[in-house]
């Protein structure tokens, strides 16, 4: 059974404060990675992908990813109100494009 | 630039029924993509549509199944409902093995 693994949180960081969201995969052919953000009673919205070894960084957003080590990462500087959401990590399965999400992870930012 | 379009927002049905949820995939797009998300969940991969053909297929029984358009528009019909049905359905069009963008979802409720 191929897995993403995500702490459900939730993850309370201060306004200003860096957020960083970890997510783990089981299938080792996987080779697209992707962070969506889920606002409560909408759907995912794409923020980042990655497709290889390092980092990627889209303004406040960073993505790392680890393959030797099956680890994805999400970094958000200067976390502001609007940022709290879920955090869904999602691997395409294998050779295939089919997506499969982690739970997700629930961000809190304080003002 | 119209994103990707899903019809009706809300349905109610009885267990037993049968339900067609509808796509329209973002412009330029080619292939959709079906996920059911419960409560508290990440999407779970139903199947994918590419040139009217579906292309890959999650672990989902055959009372789910699906279409795809000329016009690269696609339905998804469960038949004899379950309770269990009862999820948010998220369509996501994306432009061959490209990343996917998701459409607002169709809140399923089985009763």
């Known amino acids: 059974q191929k897995e993403v693994e995500q702490n459900s949180g939730p993850l309370s960081v201060p306004e200003g404060a860096i957020a960083s969201l970890n997510c783990t995969y089981s299938?080792?052919?996987?080779?697209?990675f992707f962070w969506y953000r889920q606002y409560s009673g909408k759907s995912p919205e794409l923020i980042m992908s990655?497709?290889?070894?390092g980092d990627k960084e889209d303004g406040r957003f960073t993505a790392q990813l680890n393959k030797a080590s099956q680890y994805v990462s999400l970094l958000i500087r200067d976390s502001q109100p609007s940022d709290s959401a879920t955090y869904l990590c999602?691997?395409?399965?294998?050779?295939?494009?089919?997506?499969?999400f982690g739970k997700g992870t629930t961000l809190s930012v304080s003002s | 630039d119209a994103g990707v379009t899903q019809s009706p927002t809300h349905l109610i049905k009885t267990r037993g029924q049968q339900v067609t949820l509808r796509c329209s995939p973002k412009?330029?797009?080619?292939?959709v993509s079906w996920y059911q998300q419960a409560l508290g969940q990440g999407p779970q991969f139903i199947f994918q549509?590419?040139?009217?053909?579906?292309?890959q297929r999650g672990n989902f029984p055959d009372r789910f199944s699906g279409h795809q358009f000329p016009n690269y528009s696609s339905e998804l019909n469960v038949n004899a409902l379950l309770l269990g049905d009862s999820a948010l359905y998220l369509c996501?069009?994306?432009?061959?093995?490209?990343?996917?963008?998701f459409g607002p979802g169709t809140r399923l409720t089985v009763l």
């Open positions: 996501a069009s994306s432009l061959a093995n490209d990343e996917q963008f």
């Open positions: 299938d080792r052919g996987s080779q697209s």
């Open positions: 990655i497709y290889s070894n």
């Open positions: 999602a691997v395409n399965e294998g050779a295939g494009t089919a997506l499969i």
């Open positions: 412009s330029g797009h080619d292939t």
């Open positions: 549509y590419y040139e009217e053909e579906e292309r």
